[in-house]
T-cell receptor
Framework: NAGVTQTPKFQVLKTGQSMTLQCAQD?????MYWYRQDPGMGLRLIYY???????DKGEVPNGYNVSRLNKREFSLRLESAAPSQTSVYFC?????????????FGAGTRLSVL | EDQVTQSPEALRLQEGESSSLNCSYT??????LFWYRQDPGKGPEFLFT???AGEEKEKERLKATLTKKESFLHITAPKPEDSATYLC??????????????FGKGTLLTVNP
């Protein structure tokens, strides 16, 4: 049982390059989330998808786009990477029910933008 | 705006020395309070959910409690393997977007042998 799988695990980009972070879950969850984690800032929500076919902005969406490809997959795209986007990115999923909405996290993608 | 404040930022204990971590929160009607454990280089791992004031949950050496303003994570006779960052998060009960979580910055716990 893999849970939430993120690829790649590590990535180094140059300023201005683009890339897509991939996330897939095998728990038949409705909702998926993208967070970034920076030292001293905690986990901050970038985008989320309450259900297949819907996406909404979170706390820090600027510079990112997302695609909910199907129920299992939720990708995060950086169109023109900036050094401020150096961070650890986590994908999470949950049932989507308002009650007992426990989020389960992937292992993260460590991104450096030079 | 929902807010979660965790204290202390860091805590160093000797093996067997019990203590508590605090999570104070402000939220538009609490639907759930969540505790996660995060080891270095890994994603957060779910520990507990608490739904109403007075509720308590236990797992091995950890016990989580909840009041109307804060939650405590009590660690009894900790071992070095309990060393990790502990994260607290809240889910609001109303006002829209009530399936999102707001996280605190975490408490870094180090247990020395």
């Amino acid at each position: 049982n893999a849970g939430v799988t993120q690829t790649p695990k590590f990535q180094v980009l140059k300023t201005g390059q683009s890339m897509t972070l991939q996330c897939a879950q095998d728990m038949n969850h409705n909702s998926m989330y993208w967070y970034r984690q920076d030292p001293g800032m905690g986990l901050r929500l970038i985008y989320y998808s309450a259900s297949e076919g819907t996406t909404d902005k979170g706390e820090v969406p600027n510079g990112y786009n997302v695609s909910r490809l199907n129920k299992r997959e939720f990708s995060l795209r950086l169109e023109s990477a900036a050094p401020s986007q150096t961070s650890v990115y986590f994908c999470a999923s949950s049932t989507g029910w308002v009650a007992k909405n426990i989020q389960y996290f992937g292992a993260g993608t460590r991104l450096s933008v030079l | 705006e929902d807010q979660v404040t965790q204290s202390p930022e860091a805590l160093r204990l000797q093996e067997g020395e019990s203590s508590s971590l605090n999570c104070s929160y402000t939220v538009s009607g609490l639907r759930g309070l969540f505790w996660y454990r995060q080891d270095p280089g890994k994603g957060p791992e779910f520990l507990f959910t608490l739904y109403s004031a007075g509720e308590e949950k236990e797992k091995e050496r950890l016990k989580a409690t909840l009041t109307k303003k804060e939650s405590f994570l009590h660690i009894t006779a900790p071992k070095p393997e309990d060393s990790a960052t502990y994260l607290c998060a809240v889910q609001r009960g109303w006002g829209g977007s009530n399936y999102k979580l707001t996280f605190g910055k975490g408490t870094l716990l180090t247990v020395n042998p």
